[in-house]
Protein backbone atom coordinates (compact mmCIF):
# COMPACT_ATOMS: atom_id res chain seq x y z
CA UNK A 1 0.00 0.00 0.00
CA UNK A 2 0.98 3.83 -0.54
CA UNK A 3 0.35 5.47 2.49
CA UNK A 4 1.13 9.09 3.61
CA UNK A 5 1.44 10.08 7.72
CA UNK A 6 0.71 13.57 8.52
CA UNK A 7 2.13 14.52 11.83
CA UNK A 8 4.48 11.54 10.95
CA UNK A 9 7.73 13.44 11.94
CA UNK A 10 7.24 12.41 15.97
CA UNK A 11 7.39 10.35 18.32
CA UNK A 12 4.52 7.42 16.95
CA UNK A 13 5.36 8.24 13.65
CA UNK A 14 8.92 7.29 13.86
CA UNK A 15 8.07 4.12 15.08
CA UNK A 16 5.36 3.51 12.34
CA UNK A 17 6.68 4.56 9.35
CA UNK A 18 9.60 1.92 9.98
CA UNK A 19 7.34 -0.72 10.94
CA UNK A 20 4.84 -0.38 7.70
CA UNK A 21 8.15 0.17 5.56
CA UNK A 22 9.50 -3.40 6.91
CA UNK A 23 5.93 -4.41 6.15
CA UNK A 24 6.81 -3.32 2.56
CA UNK A 25 4.14 -0.38 2.06
CA UNK A 26 5.45 2.50 0.51
CA UNK A 27 5.21 5.66 3.36
CA UNK A 28 5.48 8.91 2.71
CA UNK A 29 5.88 11.42 5.70
CA UNK A 30 4.07 14.61 5.83
CA UNK A 31 5.79 17.68 7.81
CA UNK A 32 5.47 21.15 8.00
CA UNK A 33 9.54 21.56 8.20
CA UNK A 34 11.33 19.30 6.29
CA UNK A 35 14.75 19.37 8.90
CA UNK A 36 12.26 17.42 11.29
CA UNK A 37 11.85 14.20 9.27
CA UNK A 38 15.38 14.08 8.51
CA UNK A 39 16.26 11.19 10.30
CA UNK A 40 13.49 9.71 8.41
CA UNK A 41 15.10 9.28 5.78
CA UNK A 42 17.22 6.80 5.89
CA UNK A 43 13.96 4.32 6.03
CA UNK A 44 13.82 2.27 3.15
CA UNK A 45 11.11 3.22 0.60
CA UNK A 46 9.95 6.33 2.36
CA UNK A 47 9.40 9.46 1.31
CA UNK A 48 9.25 13.63 2.79
CA UNK A 49 6.97 15.85 1.85
CA UNK A 50 7.16 19.27 3.60
CA UNK A 51 4.22 21.25 3.16
CA UNK A 52 1.07 23.38 5.08
CA UNK A 53 -1.12 20.88 5.80
CA UNK A 54 -3.64 22.85 6.54
CA UNK A 55 -3.51 24.09 2.57
CA UNK A 56 -6.38 21.60 1.49
CA UNK A 57 -4.77 22.07 -2.11
CA UNK A 58 -1.48 21.22 -0.90
CA UNK A 59 -2.49 18.20 1.09
CA UNK A 60 -4.54 16.71 -2.25
CA UNK A 61 -1.59 17.37 -4.25
CA UNK A 62 0.54 15.16 -2.08
CA UNK A 63 -1.96 12.57 -1.72
CA UNK A 64 -2.42 12.03 -5.31
CA UNK A 65 -1.48 7.66 -5.90
CA UNK A 66 -1.78 6.92 -2.08
CA UNK A 67 -4.58 4.40 -0.78
CA UNK A 68 -4.33 5.49 2.73
CA UNK A 69 -3.84 8.65 5.08
CA UNK A 70 -3.10 8.13 8.20
CA UNK A 71 -3.23 11.28 10.72
CA UNK A 72 -1.17 11.78 13.59
CA UNK A 73 -1.28 15.21 14.26
CA UNK A 74 -2.20 16.10 17.84
CA UNK A 75 -1.18 18.68 19.99
CA UNK A 76 -0.98 18.92 24.24
CA UNK A 77 -0.65 22.46 24.76
CA UNK A 78 -2.21 25.68 22.76
CA UNK A 79 -0.21 28.94 22.90
CA UNK A 80 -3.24 30.74 24.19
CA UNK A 81 -5.85 29.72 26.25
CA UNK A 82 -9.28 30.08 24.29
CA UNK A 83 -9.03 26.24 22.68
CA UNK A 84 -8.54 28.14 19.09
CA UNK A 85 -5.13 26.23 19.02
CA UNK A 86 -6.31 22.92 20.28
CA UNK A 87 -9.60 23.16 17.73
CA UNK A 88 -7.17 24.45 14.70
CA UNK A 89 -4.83 20.70 15.49
CA UNK A 90 -7.39 18.73 16.03
CA UNK A 91 -10.83 19.37 14.30
CA UNK A 92 -9.72 22.33 11.25
CA UNK A 93 -6.78 20.12 10.36
CA UNK A 94 -9.45 16.50 10.42
CA UNK A 95 -11.99 19.12 7.94
CA UNK A 96 -9.62 19.77 5.56
CA UNK A 97 -7.27 16.13 5.36
CA UNK A 98 -11.36 14.73 4.88
CA UNK A 99 -11.89 16.58 2.17
CA UNK A 100 -8.26 16.79 0.36
CA UNK A 101 -8.77 12.70 0.35
CA UNK A 102 -12.06 13.34 -1.66
CA UNK A 103 -10.52 15.57 -3.68
CA UNK A 104 -7.57 12.89 -4.10
CA UNK A 105 -9.72 9.78 -4.20
CA UNK A 106 -8.30 8.22 -1.14
CA UNK A 107 -11.24 5.74 0.24
CA UNK A 108 -8.91 5.07 3.79
CA UNK A 109 -8.35 7.42 6.75
CA UNK A 110 -6.61 5.93 9.50
CA UNK A 111 -6.94 8.66 12.81
CA UNK A 112 -4.86 8.79 15.68
CA UNK A 113 -7.17 10.56 18.84
CA UNK A 114 -7.16 9.44 22.50
CA UNK A 115 -8.67 7.71 25.53
CA UNK A 116 -11.80 9.99 27.10
CA UNK A 117 -12.58 12.05 23.25
CA UNK A 118 -15.08 13.89 23.84
CA UNK A 119 -15.41 13.44 27.72
CA UNK A 120 -14.86 15.78 30.33
CA UNK A 121 -14.02 20.17 30.38
CA UNK A 122 -10.29 20.47 28.76
CA UNK A 123 -10.04 22.42 25.17
CA UNK A 124 -7.75 19.01 24.81
CA UNK A 125 -10.37 15.79 25.12
CA UNK A 126 -13.89 18.38 23.59
CA UNK A 127 -11.72 19.33 20.55
CA UNK A 128 -10.65 14.88 20.13
CA UNK A 129 -14.01 14.57 19.93
CA UNK A 130 -14.90 17.23 17.78
CA UNK A 131 -11.97 15.53 15.32
CA UNK A 132 -13.85 12.05 15.82
CA UNK A 133 -17.18 13.01 14.80
CA UNK A 134 -15.70 14.40 11.72
CA UNK A 135 -14.33 11.52 10.79
CA UNK A 136 -17.52 9.67 11.97
CA UNK A 137 -19.42 11.67 9.21
CA UNK A 138 -16.84 11.81 6.53
CA UNK A 139 -18.27 8.93 4.08
CA UNK A 140 -14.63 7.60 4.35
CA UNK A 141 -13.30 3.97 5.27
CA UNK A 142 -12.31 5.13 8.57
CA UNK A 143 -10.42 3.96 11.81
CA UNK A 144 -9.49 5.59 14.71
CA UNK A 145 -7.32 4.49 17.65
CA UNK A 146 -6.79 5.91 20.89
CA UNK A 147 -4.09 4.78 23.29
CA UNK A 148 -4.00 5.55 26.85
CA UNK A 149 -0.31 7.03 27.60
CA UNK A 150 2.30 5.91 25.19
CA UNK A 151 6.02 4.76 26.20
CA UNK A 152 9.15 4.20 24.59
CA UNK A 153 12.60 4.71 24.61
CA UNK A 154 12.12 8.36 22.90
CA UNK A 155 9.05 9.26 24.52
CA UNK A 156 8.38 12.78 25.85
CA UNK A 157 6.45 10.75 29.36
CA UNK A 158 8.65 8.97 30.90
CA UNK A 159 12.17 10.79 30.25
CA UNK A 160 10.28 13.70 31.50
CA UNK A 161 9.51 12.56 34.71
CA UNK A 162 12.96 10.87 34.51
CA UNK A 163 14.23 13.88 33.67
CA UNK A 164 12.36 16.13 36.73
CA UNK A 165 13.54 13.61 39.09
CA UNK A 166 17.30 14.00 38.12
CA UNK A 167 17.22 17.53 38.80
CA UNK A 168 14.56 17.72 42.37
CA UNK A 169 14.69 16.13 45.33
CA UNK A 170 10.85 16.93 46.14
CA UNK A 171 8.46 16.36 42.73
CA UNK A 172 5.11 18.02 43.58
CA UNK A 173 2.38 16.23 41.93
CA UNK A 174 -0.54 17.11 40.46
CA UNK A 175 -3.82 14.89 39.76
CA UNK A 176 -1.71 11.92 41.82
CA UNK A 177 -4.66 9.47 42.03
CA UNK A 178 -5.13 10.13 37.73
CA UNK A 179 -4.87 6.29 36.61
CA UNK A 180 -3.36 5.21 33.03
CA UNK A 181 -2.60 1.90 31.59
CA UNK A 182 1.05 3.40 29.72
CA UNK A 183 0.85 1.46 26.38
CA UNK A 184 4.14 0.35 24.92
CA UNK A 185 4.80 2.07 21.28
CA UNK A 186 5.57 -0.89 19.74
CA UNK A 187 2.52 -2.24 20.39
CA UNK A 188 0.67 0.84 19.02
CA UNK A 189 2.51 0.82 15.63
CA UNK A 190 1.15 -2.81 16.09
CA UNK A 191 -2.14 -2.22 16.06
CA UNK A 192 -2.06 0.36 13.14
CA UNK A 193 -0.25 -2.11 10.96
CA UNK A 194 -2.86 -5.23 11.77
CA UNK A 195 -6.22 -2.30 11.73
CA UNK A 196 -4.54 -1.30 8.14
CA UNK A 197 -4.57 -5.24 7.04
CA UNK A 198 -7.91 -5.88 7.92
CA UNK A 199 -11.22 -4.79 5.81
CA UNK A 200 -13.20 -5.21 9.05
CA UNK A 201 -11.57 -2.60 11.16
CA UNK A 202 -13.53 -0.19 8.61
CA UNK A 203 -16.07 2.08 11.00
CA UNK A 204 -13.83 0.83 14.37
CA UNK A 205 -12.50 2.63 17.42
CA UNK A 206 -10.04 0.26 19.17
CA UNK A 207 -9.09 1.94 22.03
CA UNK A 208 -5.38 0.47 23.47
CA UNK A 209 -4.09 -0.29 26.75
CA UNK A 210 -0.72 -1.66 28.16
CA UNK A 211 -1.75 -4.51 30.74
CA UNK A 212 -1.03 -2.69 33.67
CA UNK A 213 -3.19 0.17 35.45
CA UNK A 214 -0.56 2.78 37.26
CA UNK A 215 -1.66 5.31 39.28
CA UNK A 216 0.48 8.89 38.42
CA UNK A 217 2.05 8.77 42.07
CA UNK A 218 3.12 4.89 41.93
CA UNK A 219 4.23 5.48 38.39
CA UNK A 220 6.73 8.43 39.13
CA UNK A 221 8.28 6.75 42.51
CA UNK A 222 8.92 3.27 40.20
CA UNK A 223 10.64 5.79 37.71
CA UNK A 224 12.88 7.00 40.76
CA UNK A 225 13.41 3.05 41.80
CA UNK A 226 14.82 2.27 38.35
CA UNK A 227 16.89 5.27 38.05
CA UNK A 228 17.72 4.28 41.47
CA UNK A 229 17.01 8.06 42.61
CA UNK A 230 15.80 8.14 46.47
CA UNK A 231 13.28 11.07 45.76
CA UNK A 232 9.94 12.65 47.58
CA UNK A 233 7.43 12.35 45.21
CA UNK A 234 4.49 14.51 46.74
CA UNK A 235 0.62 14.73 45.62
CA UNK A 236 -1.19 17.88 45.47
CA UNK A 237 -4.52 18.26 46.42
CA UNK A 238 -6.88 19.13 43.54
CA UNK A 239 -6.65 23.02 44.71
CA UNK A 240 -2.98 23.14 44.69
CA UNK A 241 -2.64 21.21 41.54
CA UNK A 242 -4.83 23.44 39.79
CA UNK A 243 -2.61 26.28 40.75
CA UNK A 244 0.40 24.46 39.55
CA UNK A 245 -1.91 24.49 36.34
CA UNK A 246 -2.51 27.97 36.42
CA UNK A 247 1.68 28.56 37.32
CA UNK A 248 2.81 26.76 34.58
CA UNK A 249 0.17 28.01 32.08
CA UNK A 250 3.05 31.50 31.69
CA UNK A 251 5.87 28.94 31.29
CA UNK A 252 7.19 29.20 27.53
CA UNK A 253 6.51 25.90 25.93
CA UNK A 254 3.89 24.91 29.37
CA UNK A 255 5.52 22.01 30.32
CA UNK A 256 2.42 21.56 32.34
CA UNK A 257 -1.41 23.27 31.85
CA UNK A 258 -4.43 24.01 33.58
CA UNK A 259 -6.03 22.09 30.51
CA UNK A 260 -3.49 18.92 31.21
CA UNK A 261 -5.03 19.25 34.89
CA UNK A 262 -8.80 19.05 33.51
CA UNK A 263 -7.62 16.05 31.10
CA UNK A 264 -6.28 14.55 34.06
CA UNK A 265 -9.46 14.60 35.94
CA UNK A 266 -10.21 11.53 34.06
CA UNK A 267 -8.56 8.21 34.26
CA UNK A 268 -6.86 7.39 30.38
CA UNK A 269 -7.83 3.82 31.33
CA UNK A 270 -9.97 1.29 28.62
CA UNK A 271 -13.33 0.72 27.99
CA UNK A 272 -13.01 -1.98 25.33
CA UNK A 273 -10.28 -4.87 24.86
CA UNK A 274 -8.73 -2.98 21.15
CA UNK A 275 -5.93 -5.09 21.33
CA UNK A 276 -7.31 -8.25 21.87
CA UNK A 277 -9.51 -7.65 18.82
CA UNK A 278 -6.59 -7.19 16.95
CA UNK A 279 -4.99 -10.25 18.06
CA UNK A 280 -2.24 -8.60 20.32
CA UNK A 281 -0.98 -9.43 23.43
CA UNK A 282 0.46 -5.75 25.25
CA UNK A 283 3.27 -5.58 27.06
CA UNK A 284 3.04 -3.45 30.35
CA UNK A 285 5.84 -0.67 31.45
CA UNK A 286 7.81 -2.75 34.39
CA UNK A 287 7.89 -5.63 31.22
CA UNK A 288 9.56 -3.33 28.79
CA UNK A 289 10.53 0.55 30.27
CA UNK A 290 13.13 -1.27 32.22
CA UNK A 291 15.55 -2.13 29.53
CA UNK A 292 16.46 1.75 29.05
CA UNK A 293 15.68 3.21 32.85
CA UNK A 294 17.57 1.22 34.52
CA UNK A 295 20.65 1.59 32.07
CA UNK A 296 21.18 5.00 33.77
CA UNK A 297 19.03 6.30 30.93
CA UNK A 298 21.96 6.19 28.37
CA UNK A 299 19.49 4.77 26.02
CA UNK A 300 17.22 8.27 26.15
CA UNK A 301 20.29 11.04 26.55
CA UNK A 302 21.44 9.22 23.06
CA UNK A 303 17.18 10.09 21.89
CA UNK A 304 17.67 13.63 23.20
CA UNK A 305 21.11 13.94 21.04
CA UNK A 306 19.36 12.66 18.13
CA UNK A 307 16.64 14.78 18.63
CA UNK A 308 18.90 18.01 19.10
CA UNK A 309 20.62 16.97 16.14
CA UNK A 310 17.48 17.03 13.87
CA UNK A 311 16.18 20.74 14.97
CA UNK A 312 19.87 21.60 14.23
N1 LIG B 1 2.46 10.08 22.85
C1 LIG B 1 1.41 9.71 23.57
O1 LIG B 1 1.51 9.30 24.75
C2 LIG B 1 0.03 9.77 22.96
C3 LIG B 1 -1.05 9.21 23.65
C4 LIG B 1 -2.33 9.27 23.07
C5 LIG B 1 -2.50 9.88 21.83
N2 LIG B 1 -1.42 10.43 21.20
C6 LIG B 1 -1.62 11.09 19.91
O2 LIG B 1 -0.81 10.45 18.93
C7 LIG B 1 -0.40 11.41 17.95
C8 LIG B 1 1.11 11.34 17.79
O3 LIG B 1 1.70 11.59 19.06
P1 LIG B 1 3.27 11.82 19.19
O4 LIG B 1 3.61 11.50 20.61
O5 LIG B 1 3.99 11.18 18.07
O6 LIG B 1 3.31 13.41 19.02
P2 LIG B 1 4.53 14.31 18.48
O7 LIG B 1 5.82 13.60 18.67
O8 LIG B 1 4.35 15.64 19.09
O9 LIG B 1 4.23 14.38 16.92
C9 LIG B 1 3.08 15.01 16.41
C10 LIG B 1 3.38 15.56 15.04
O10 LIG B 1 2.29 16.42 14.64
C11 LIG B 1 2.78 17.55 13.96
N3 LIG B 1 2.23 18.75 14.60
C12 LIG B 1 2.44 19.19 15.87
N4 LIG B 1 1.74 20.30 16.12
C13 LIG B 1 1.05 20.58 14.99
C14 LIG B 1 0.16 21.59 14.62
N5 LIG B 1 -0.18 22.57 15.47
N6 LIG B 1 -0.34 21.57 13.36
C15 LIG B 1 0.00 20.60 12.48
N7 LIG B 1 0.84 19.61 12.77
C16 LIG B 1 1.37 19.60 14.01
C17 LIG B 1 4.28 17.58 14.09
O11 LIG B 1 4.83 17.35 12.81
P3 LIG B 1 5.72 18.48 12.04
O12 LIG B 1 6.26 19.43 13.07
O13 LIG B 1 6.79 17.67 11.38
O14 LIG B 1 4.80 19.11 11.06
C18 LIG B 1 4.63 16.42 15.01
O15 LIG B 1 5.70 15.66 14.53
C19 LIG B 1 -0.92 12.76 18.44
O16 LIG B 1 -2.14 13.01 17.82
C20 LIG B 1 -1.14 12.54 19.92
O17 LIG B 1 -2.10 13.40 20.48
C21 LIG B 1 -0.17 10.38 21.72
Known amino acids: MKI????????????????????????TVATRHAPTARRLKIVPGLA???????????????????????????ILNERGFSGAGFRRAHVELVEGAIEACRRAGVARFVHMS??????????????????????????LDWTMVRPSTIFGPDDSFLNRFAGLLAISPVLPLARPQARFAPVWIGDVVEAFARALERDDSVGEVYELCGREIWRLDELVRWVARQRGMKRLVVGLPDALGWLQGKVFDLVPGKPFSSDNFKSLKIDSVCSEPGFERLGIEPWGMADKAVEWLADGGRQSRYQRFRQRARRS
Open 4 to 27: LILGGSGFVGGHLSRRLSRAGHRV
Open 48 to 74: VRAFDPYDVEALSEALAGHDVLINLVG
Open 114 to 139: ALNAGQGESHYLITRGEGEQRVRESG
